[in-house]
């Protein structure tokens, strides 16, 4: 069953529509990711296809075509996993458009707004849950800004944590607590 989430600018579905995949595909490709890296794009699909069973998954839909996408007939800019990892935590992973990370088109920007929406989602539908947890490569500055927008803290910082183009790179780790906790 899909359920939609309506918000300002964007709405999110869940799950995220499988068939849709490839578009995530090519949205790694703009953003270099904690881990995936040098993945050819068939194995990749594959990947994310095995993921999308395996975890809660949202799609972002650019309510307005705000990024005139043509691709397809649904504007879908994003996806949103959740991979809970025990029962008070989990990772917050995001994969997007280009277009949809900044506050170009949308204040705030798509993908902000729609991480928003997300949270609470995991939060109202998950009342053993505690935190939920984000880590990003140092060097990709925007998901580092998007964690601290939707309110996540820096708790860790781990050096030469991951491969990124064959080079060990460093990871920030963030998290958010339950509110009112």
Do not use: C
């Amino acid at each position: 069953m899909i359920q939609v989430i309506e918000g300002k600018d964007v709405d999110v579905i869940e799950p995220f529509p499988v068939g849709q995949l490839d578009h995530v595909v090519r949205w790694m490709h703009n953003f270099k990711s904690l881990v995936l890296d040098d993945m050819p794009d068939e194995e990749m699909l594959m990947f994310l296809g095995e993921q999308v069973k395996r975890m809660r998954t949202w799609g972002i839909i650019d309510k307005a075509n705000l990024t005139k996408s043509k691709v397809v007939e649904v504007p879908i800019v994003g996806i949103i996993f959740f991979e809970k990892i025990n029962p008070y935590n989990g990772y917050f992973h995001v994969a997007s458009n280009r277009k949809a990370w900044g506050e170009k088109l949308a204040k705030p920007g798509m993908v902000e707004q729609a991480g928003r929406l997300v949270i609470d989602e995991i939060f109202k539908t998950d009342q053993d849950l505690m935190r939920v947890s984000a880590a990003m490569v140092s060097t990709n500055l925007a998901a580092v800004n998007l964690a601290k927008r939707l309110g996540f803290v820096k708790d860790g910082y781990f050096a030469r944590a991951a491969m990124q183009s064959g080079k060990p790179k460093d990871v920030m780790h963030f998290g958010i607590l339950r509110p009112g906790e």
